[in-house]
């Protein structure tokens, strides 16, 4: 066994991303869990916009694209793609996929796409809370939906009265998402300000 097969089969255990998508076109919610330039990242968006949308409820739900899979599956209004390597079950990927909507069901009551749009971060939190690097880590709904609840009150109980607790729950996000949730990039204060080094 080479060093490239070792390295091929590693790469094939987990998802590459994950994007959801309106039926018009809005991402809502995306993930990239391996490594991809920023013009890679669009070409898939593209992709993604140009393959899935256009299909019809019978068609399948598997698209062969390149150097990677797209599985896909419609939920309301809402795409849920994720970009998988050719070795990946694209069964088992659409039973996850189905996992983590009901997860964030279970937490948000019946998710819809306006809960993805003001409530990102949680969406983003329940996703890493069951998958790390692309990989189902956590298959318990309920277990996921303690440990965010955990978290939440942690911040609450951390939170001085009057002070945003949105903007300690964005330290993590990049910039991209961050500006998805109408927030200045780099916010951390109820003021705006950065709060390095003062």
């Not at 069901?105 to 949680?122: M, T």
Request: charged fraction near 25%; include cysteine; proline fraction near 3%.
């Amino acid at each position: 066994m080479t060093s490239q097969d070792v390295q091929s089969r590693a790469v094939a255990c987990g998802w590459n991303f994950i994007v959801l998508m309106s039926r018009q076109g809005k991402i809502r919610l995306s993930e990239f869990f391996s490594s991809y330039s920023e013009v890679e990242k669009k070409r898939i968006l593209r992709d993604i916009a140009a393959e899935v949308l256009p299909r019809q409820p019978k068609m399948c739900n598997i698209i062969e694209k390149g150097d990677c899979k797209f599985v896909y599956r419609r939920y309301a209004s809402l795409y849920f793609v994720v970009g998988i390597p050719h070795g990946l079950n694209e069964l088992i990927v659409l039973e996850q996929v189905h996992l983590f909507v009901e997860a964030l069901d279970g937490y948000f009551n019946s998710v819809c796409e306006l809960d993805l749009v003001f409530s990102l971060h949680k969406s983003l939190m329940i996703l890493f809370e069951m998958f790390i690097g692309g990989m189902l880590c956590e298959s318990n709904k309920r277990e996921v939906l303690k440990t965010i609840v955990e978290a939440e009150e942690l911040v609450e109980e951390l939170t001085k009265p009057g002070e945003d607790t949105a903007s300690q729950l964005d330290d993590g996000l990049s910039y991209q998402e961050q500006f998805q949730l109408g927030r200045k990039p780099g916010r951390r204060g109820p003021q705006g300000t950065a709060g390095h080094g003062r």
